[in-house]
């Protein structure tokens, strides 16, 4: 299953900054796994902002869940979630 993720990133400005770049790290790390792993496929900067577009390929909902709950900047995220269908038009399905 295919989905289409938003990712917008709003860390407090008052978090320490130990804190902050441990856990950029940590979801650099965590991030690299799954796109080597083939779940996480995409990842686009969007630009100008603190966001990104992501494409992720799970077997389902509650997979992309626990995948985009266990993110390290989870508690810092808004994450829009948008499933994908197969287009009646595309020449490559
Ligand atoms: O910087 C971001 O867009 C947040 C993020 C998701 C995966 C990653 O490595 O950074």
Redesign the pocket.
């Known amino acids: 299953m295919l989905f289409h993720v938003r990712?917008d990133?709003n860390i407090p400005d008052d978090l320490d900054p130990d804190v902050r770049a441990d856990t950029v790290v940590r979801?650099?790390a965590y991030?690299q796994d799954l796109q080597r792993s083939g779940k996480w496929p995409h990842?686009w900067r969007i630009v100008g902002e603190?966001?990104?577009y992501s494409i992720f390929d799970v077997e389902s909902n509650d997979e992309l869940h626990m995948l985009l709950s266990g993110l390290p900047?989870f508690p810092y995220m808004d994450i829009k979630v948008t499933p994908l269908a197969t287009h009646p038009s595309d020449v490559n399905a």
């Open positions: 990712m990133v979801e650099k991030s990842i603190y966001s990104n900047l």
